[in-house]
C-alpha cells in the first residue's frame, strides 16, 4: 500500500511563507497537492508530473504564490506557499496518482488513489 507522509504545517502571519513536504513510498505518475477548508470543497492547487519531464500545473488562484517541486533522491514533493492569505486557512494534503497522467487526470480529485493524512496550516491577520 502507497503511503504519502506530509510535513510542514503550523501557525504561520499574513504574509508570511511556508513549505510543505510529502514524502511517498512508491513513485506515482504525478503528484498533487489540495487543500480543504472548513466547509467547503477539496481543491487542486498544484500538480507535478513525476515520471516525465516534471511539469508542473497550477490552479489560477495560486499562480505567482505556489510552487511545486519535487525531489525524486528523496521520494519527496513540495509546496512552497508565500505571500499567504487568512483566506489560505485549511488542511493541506498532498496525493498520489499511481496509475496514470495528463491535463485531465490530475485535475480530478478523483484520479488521486493515495492521499496524505492532512496537515493544517493556519494563516493568522
Given at each position: 500500500?502507497?503511503?504519502?507522509?506530509?510535513?510542514?504545517g503550523?501557525?504561520?502571519?499574513?504574509?508570511?511563507?511556508v513549505?510543505?513536504s510529502?514524502v511517498?513510498?512508491?513513485?506515482?505518475f504525478g503528484?498533487g497537492w489540495?487543500?480543504?477548508?472548513p466547509?467547503?470543497q477539496r481543491?487542486?492547487l498544484?500538480?507535478?508530473?513525476?515520471?516525465g519531464?516534471?511539469?508542473?500545473?497550477?490552479?489560477d488562484?495560486v499562480?505567482?504564490r505556489?510552487?511545486i517541486s519535487?525531489?525524486n533522491?528523496?521520494?519527496t514533493v513540495?509546496?512552497?506557499?508565500?505571500g499567504?492569505?487568512?483566506?489560505d486557512?485549511?488542511?493541506?494534503y498532498?496525493?498520489?496518482d499511481?496509475r496514470?497522467?495528463?491535463?485531465?487526470?490530475?485535475?480530478r480529485a478523483?484520479?488521486?488513489?493515495?492521499?496524505?493524512?492532512?496537515t493544517?496550516v493556519?494563516?493568522?491577520?
Amino acid at each position: 500500500q502507497v503511503q504519502l507522509v506530509e510535513s510542514g504545517g503550523g501557525l504561520v502571519q499574513a504574509g508570511g511563507s511556508v513549505r510543505l513536504s510529502c514524502v511517498v513510498s512508491v513513485r506515482p505518475f504525478g503528484m498533487g497537492w489540495f487543500r480543504q477548508a472548513p466547509g467547503r470543497q477539496r481543491e487542486l492547487l498544484a500538480a507535478i508530473d513525476w515520471v516525465g519531464a516534471g511539469s508542473t500545473y497550477y490552479t489560477d488562484f495560486v499562480k505567482g504564490r505556489f510552487t511545486i517541486s519535487k525531489d525524486n533522491a528523496k521520494n519527496t514533493v513540495y509546496l512552497q506557499m508565500t505571500g499567504l492569505k487568512p483566506e489560505d486557512t485549511a488542511v493541506y494534503y498532498c496525493a498520489a496518482d499511481q496509475r496514470g497522467w495528463g491535463p485531465a487526470r490530475r485535475a480530478r480529485a478523483a484520479s488521486y488513489d493515495s492521499w496524505g493524512q492532512g496537515t493544517q496550516v493556519t494563516v493568522s491577520s
